[in-house]
């Protein structure tokens, strides 16, 4: 079982930024690519970003490319989601979720939420215009 908690969302004016933190406990957390989605009122989940184990491949959506950047730190047990020049269409509640890695060589589906095992609550992030 792995726990994750998000922080850092809140309000924020169009052209700022906020960065968004994933505490995970439980289970070892490099055991996991991990990932970030959000979902609008009235909208379906959407990928925003995700990260391997290692940190060293990062995916991003279309709508946040060179806006946004994700990073972890293994010896924290922490995923960041830094979000700069914010737009209003931007707000959503904002999830990280954890994927269990595959062994040796393999697909980290990352933009697949059904492939996530575990999903923290989600804050809110809300951008004015």
């Known amino acids: 079982q792995v726990q994750l908690v998000e922080s850092g969302g809140g309000l924020v004016q169009a052209g700022g930024s906020l960065r968004l933190s994933c505490a995970a406990s439980?289970?070892?957390?490099?055991?996991?690519?991990m990932g970030w989605f959000r979902q609008a009122p009235g909208k379906e989940r959407e990928f925003v970003s995700a990260?391997?184990?290692?940190?060293?491949?990062?995916y991003y959506a279309d709508s946040v490319k060179g806006r946004f950047t994700i990073s972890r730190d293994n010896a924290k047990d922490t995923v960041y989601l830094q979000m700069n020049s914010l737009k209003p269409e931007d707000t959503a509640v904002y999830s990280c979720?954890?994927?269990?890695?595959?062994?040796?060589?393999?697909?980290?589906?990352?933009?697949?939420?059904?492939?996530?095992?575990?999903w923290g609550q989600g804050t809110q992030v809300t951008v004015s215009s």
């Open positions: 439980g289970r070892t957390f490099s055991s996991y690519d």
């Open positions: 990260i391997r184990w290692s940190g060293t491949s990062t």
């Open positions: 979720a954890a994927q269990r890695k595959g062994m040796g060589i393999y697909y980290f589906h990352y933009d697949d939420y059904s492939r996530y095992n575990y």
